[in-house]
């Protein structure tokens, strides 16, 4: 008996042109090249333009995804926007990259589940996708995180940084087995009592402001790994895979030192992982699908390869989807 699947048809990713690179950050904060790298592995990060929004990278990525598909902004039905920073209060971003597309049909709406946002809207785009009500969906991450960070902050400036990425999902039918390609299984969860840990300290309702990010990083780190590797084990065991069956993991891109332990955890060597958190730093929602078209376009992802992501965000939020790319 066949099944219906969300089929991967083509990736797409936009950086902002200005970078930071550690140096800089030193003639600003109180901080150094080895005590970013140290702790984090990053060592530049790209800053959206004055006047360029969370919007405007997501359209650059989306387009970028489309061409990759060779599909037209018109074949497109559904878009599922992952991001934390978005233009306004309301309405939602990916109406503006919707109407910017030039798309008058189907729905589009943001997706907030802060650094795991991606991977939530994968798993609800997808099902969206089986459920019979859309065909062809873009699920992008796009963030301008530089705008709620606080610059005086070393703890958190120097962590974050802007992007966007995105990919174009297609209904198709296949055979049901876990060769076939498309999503094949999903994990979310979320733990509300983990808010204070990592959290942004304004919101309309509150302060009436955006407000700043604040971390506890400690808390965050010890947090991640158990969480993260979590979801996929319980993916694997969904999907009756093994971890040595997986060609490539794509973590967020938060911190090296966390995807280091992940990887340990699981038993996987890092020459299957995808790590871009030096060159991007944490992008939040944008951070697994700018690594996933990194991946692509230097050739290490290649159709038929089985692609497992995950994430951890702030909520706490944390999932993982397996994908035969």
């Known amino acids: 008996m066949t099944v219906i699947r969300s089929v991967v048809r083509g990736c797409g990713s936009y950086l902002p042109a200005r970078m930071l690179t550690n140096?800089?950050?030193?003639?600003?904060?109180?901080?150094?090249?080895?005590?970013?790298?140290?702790?984090?592995?990053?060592?530049?990060?790209?800053?959206?333009?004055?006047?360029?929004?969370?919007?405007?990278?997501?359209?650059?990525?989306?387009?970028?995804?489309?061409?990759a598909a060779g599909m037209a902004p018109q074949d497109i039905d559904l878009i599922v926007l992952a991001t934390a920073t978005p233009d306004n209060t309301f309405p939602a971003s990916a109406v503006a990259v919707q109407a910017r597309l030039g798309i008058t049909g189907g729905a589009a709406f943001d997706m907030q589940a802060v650094c795991s946002g991606f991977v939530f809207a994968v798993a609800t785009a997808d099902s969206m996708l089986r459920a019979g009500d859309f065909k062809r969906a873009l699920v992008i991450g796009s963030e301008t995180f530089s705008r709620i960070l606080d610059w005086k902050d070393r703890t958190t400036c120097v962590i974050f940084g802007d992007g966007a990425g995105a990919i174009v999902l297609e209904a198709?039918?296949?055979?049901?087995?876990?060769?076939?390609?498309?999503?094949?299984?999903?994990?979310?969860?979320?733990?509300?009592?983990?808010?204070?840990?990592?959290?942004?300290?304004?919101?309309?309702?509150?302060?009436?402001?955006?407000?700043?990010?604040?971390?506890?990083?400690?808390?965050?780190?010890?947090?991640?790994?158990?969480?993260?590797?979590g979801a996929i084990t319980d993916v694997l065991a969904a999907t009756g895979t093994t971890a040595q069956e997986v060609?490539?993991?794509?973590?967020?891109?938060?911190?090296?030192?966390?995807?280091?332990?992940?990887?340990?955890?699981?038993?996987?060597?890092?020459?299957?992982?995808?790590?871009?958190?030096?060159?991007?730093?944490?992008?939040?929602?944008?951070?697994?699908?700018?690594?996933?078209?990194?991946?692509?376009?230097?050739?290490?992802?290649?159709?038929?390869?089985?692609?497992?992501i995950e994430a951890m965000g702030g909520g706490f939020t944390w999932g993982a989807v397996l994908i035969r790319w």
């Open 172 to 229: 198709q039918e296949q055979a049901g087995t876990t060769a076939d390609r498309g999503v094949l299984g999903a994990k979310l969860r979320s733990d509300g009592r983990h808010k204070e840990k990592l959290y942004v300290d304004g919101g309309p309702s509150t302060t009436g402001t955006a407000g700043f990010l604040r971390m506890e990083g400690k808390e965050v780190f010890r947090h991640a790994v158990g969480m993260m590797t």
């Open 23 to 67: 140096h800089d950050l030193a003639a600003m904060v109180d901080t150094s090249d080895d005590w970013i790298v140290q702790r984090t592995g990053i060592r530049q990060r790209h800053i959206a333009a004055a006047g360029e929004h969370t919007s405007d990278l997501a359209v650059k990525a989306a387009e970028r995804a489309l061409a």
């Open 247 to 308: 060609d490539w993991f794509v973590p967020h891109q938060a911190n090296q030192r966390i995807i280091d332990g992940c990887a340990h955890k699981l038993g996987v060597p890092s020459e299957k992982v995808i790590s871009t958190v030096a060159q991007h730093g944490n992008t939040s929602a944008a951070s697994i699908p700018l690594a996933l078209d990194t991946a692509i376009h230097d050739g290490r992802i290649k159709p038929g390869d089985l692609v497992m």
